[in-house]
C-alpha cells in the first residue's frame, strides 16, 4: 500500500502552494487585478482548499507580507555583521536596497498598492500596519545596537530613522518606475549616507521644540 501521508504535512503542502501561486499571480498582474480564483486556478486547488486555510484575498497578501518581513529583518541582520557604526550600517542597508530593486521592483508595486487599499479599511490597515511596524522596530533596534557599539549616539530615535529610511526606499520605489533605466544608480546608499551624517545639523529644529 502506498504510504500515508500526515494530515499536517498534507495541509503544510497545500498552504506552500497557495502563497507560491498567489505570489506569481500578483506579481503578474497586481493586487487589485488578482482575483481568488485566479490564485485557485495558479495553484490548481478548488475554493474549498483556500477558504479552509484563508478567508480572503487579502489574507493571502498578508501572510506573504510576513513571509517577507521575516526575510528583510533577516537581510538587515545579515548586513550589519558586517558594518560597524550608524553611516556604514545605513550606506550598506542602502546599497543593499538599490542592488535588490530592479529584481524586487513587481513586488514593490504590488505591496504599495496594496498599502494604499487598505490604508481605506481600518480593520485590515491595523493589521498592515503591526507587520510593518515590527519590520522598523527591528531595523531601529539594529540601529540602536551599531550606534551603541559605535559609542556614536544618535541625533534623533531610531525608530524615527527606520522610519525615514523605509519611507524614503517606497518614495524611490515609486520614482524607479518613472524613471525605469535611468534612475540613478546606488541612490538610496547616497541619501542614506547623507541623513546619517548630516544628523546633528538636521535635528536642531527637532531639539530647540524639545526644549520649549
Known amino acids: 500500500m502506498p504510504k500515508r501521508i500526515p494530515r499536517l504535512v498534507r495541509t503544510e503542502d497545500t498552504r506552500r502552494r497557495l502563497l507560491e501561486a498567489a505570489r506569481r499571480v500578483f506579481l503578474k ?27 480572503s484575498k487579502a489574507d493571502l497578501f498578508l501572510a506573504l507580507l510576513e513571509e517577507r518581513i ?3 529583518i533577516a537581510d538587515v541582520q545579515t548586513v550589519a555583521v558586517g558594518e560597524h557604526g550608524p553611516v556604514g550600517l545605513a550606506a550598506a542597508m542602502g546599497r543593499r536596497w538599490d542592488d535588490d530593486m530592479p529584481a524586487e521592483l513587481a513586488w514593490h508595486q504590488v505591496g504599495i498598492e496594496f498599502r494604499l487599499h487598505a490604508s481605506r479599511v481600518p480593520a ?3 493589521r498592515y500596519a503591526a507587520l510593518h511596524a515590527r519590520l522598523r522596530h527591528a531595523i531601529a533596534a539594529i540601529i540602536e ?6 559609542g556614536e549616539p544618535l541625533a534623533i530615535p531610531a525608530d524615527d530613522l527606520a522610519r525615514a529610511s523605509m519611507a524614503l526606499l517606497t518614495g524611490m520605489v515609486l520614482e524607479r518606475c518613472a524613471d ?18 548630516g544628523l546633528p545639523a538636521a535635528a536642531a529644529p527637532r531639539l530647540r521644540r524639545a526644549a520649549r
Not at 498582474?29 to 478567508?55: C, D, P, Q
Not at 525605469?180 to 541623513?195: C, F, H, K, Q, S
Open 70 to 72: 521575516a526575510q528583510r
Open 180 to 197: 525605469g533605466d535611468a534612475y540613478p544608480e546606488y541612490l538610496n546608499e547616497t541619501i542614506n549616507r547623507a541623513v546619517m551624517l
Open 29 to 55: 498582474r497586481g493586487w487589485a487585478a488578482t482575483s481568488l480564483e485566479m490564485i485557485v486556478r495558479e495553484a490548481g486547488l478548488t475554493k474549498g482548499a483556500v477558504y479552509s486555510r484563508f478567508r
Open 124 to 126: 485590515l490597515n491595523r
Open 145 to 150: 545596537r551599531e550606534t551603541s557599539e559605535a
